[in-house]
């Protein structure tokens, strides 16, 4: 067979408002609509893939929605007659292309394993190592809010099968410390519950909360901002503790994993730069016997697919939780995209992503490489 080309990169722009009208975490930080860009890579194939990128904002990581179109814009011309099946070979010409800005290349990478995965009639999640179970379970963030709305908003979720629960704190530490005591009361045997302070407090205001939580069963999530004050306040709770943001490449894994600075990590796709990296990631920590939340900063329905296939092909025991982001947002973009069932999720059986984009929703490209087909 001839190596495939990519014939036509094309950019979609769509708004994904929130059901529950804003998303809520640390330092005052909300969005109440997400900017979400879509990417369509095309080939001489005629074979087409689809990938998604959608920063939490522009004041979350070092990412933002108009920065990733512009550096799609730098990489689509040196993408176009390269062969998108060979994923690490495009991730090697992205990096030397583009330095940095993972989240830029995150969406071309995951269509290139749509359309490998079409080539190859098998879904992503076989490719990435294969299907582990029937389902896998997801947690519900929790917006920040009051103590007792955020412990009302727990009761809802767990109706609706949720048992793992990701309280947004980050914010004054005596509220915070209100917040995990009151929604920790509401729990049920089997729930598990996430404090993600998202790097939102100091070191002494977290050394404060976690010290006056001490028996409460609560995991403590990415406390402060900087690796370091992370590593200090690990080393003075008992709590099981997550690294988030600082885990955004796979020295910074290393590093964590050599001083033994989390019991778990959070690997969004795109804040490592699309599936080919996370995989990386997400196999060292499987052979370390780390466990992992994985999911993405924020999306539609093409992210969770990606998001599925990963975790899906992830072994059940190391995935502590992973994400539905379609079920927060009111607008849907593609068919074929998972869908919750009583808190869990499965990754699509068809071939690629085994999603189709609902093309009237993304309207017409916003920017356009390559030929005419
Ligand atoms: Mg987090």
């Not at 070979?89 to 990096?95: G, I, Y």
């Not at 025991?317 to 998972?338: C, I, Q, R």
Request: contains cysteine; glycine residues 10%; charged residues 25%.
């Amino acid at each position: 067979m001839a190596p495939m080309k990519i014939e036509r990169i094309s950019v979609f722009q769509v708004d994904l408002p929130l059901h529950e009208g804003s998303y809520n975490w640390s330092g005052g930080k909300s969005v109440s609509v997400f900017d979400s860009t879509i990417v369509r890579v095309e080939t001489d194939a005629g074979v087409t893939g689809f990938g998604e990128v959608c920063p939490l904002g522009p004041f979350y990581l070092p990412a933002y929605a108009k920065g990733a179109r512009a550096g799609i814009g730098e990489l689509a011309p040196h993408l176009v007659g390269q062969d998108p099946t060979q994923l690490d070979k495009l991730n090697r010409l992205m990096d030397a292309a583009l330095k940095g800005h993972p989240y830029a290349k995150s969406a071309i990478d995951i269509a290139c394993w749509d359309i490998l995965g079409q080539v190859c009639g098998l879904p992503i999640c076989t490719l990435l190592g294969g299907r582990y179970g029937e389902d896998f379970v997801l947690y519900r963030a929790i917006s920040q809010q009051t103590p007792d709305q955020m412990a009302a908003k727990v009761a809802d979720y767990r109706d609706e099968g949720y048992r793992r629960f990701q309280l947004k704190v980050g914010g004054d530490p005596d509220t915070d410390i209100e917040r995990i005591q009151v929604v920790a009361d509401e729990l049920e045997p089997g729930d598990v519950l996430i404090a993600d302070a998202n790097t939102g407090w100091l070191k002494h205001d977290a050394a404060r909360v976690v010290r006056a939580v001490n028996d409460v069963d609560v995991y403590i999530e990415q406390p402060c901002d900087s690796y370091e004050e992370c590593l200090s306040i690990r080393r003075r709770t008992s709590h099981p503790f997550v690294l988030d943001e600082s885990i955004d490449s796979i020295e910074a894994l290393l590093r964590g994993q050599a001083d033994d600075a989390m019991d778990a990590v959070n690997i969004k796709i795109s804040k490592l730069g699309g599936l080919t990296r996370a995989r990386q990631v997400r196999d060292l920590c499987v052979s370390v016997g780390l466990a992992m939340t994985i999911e993405d900063s924020w999306g539609g329905d093409i992210t969770t697919a990606a998001i599925a296939h990963l975790a899906h092909s992830t072994p059940t025991d190391l995935l502590f939780t992973s994400t539905d982001f379609n079920s927060y947002v009111t607008v849907s973009t593609a068919k074929g995209a998972p869908q919750r069932k009583k808190g869990r999720m499965a990754a699509p059986t068809a071939p690629g992503l085994g999603i189709s984009p609902r093309m009237k929703v993304l309207g017409e490209p916003v920017a356009v490489w390559g030929g005419e087909s």
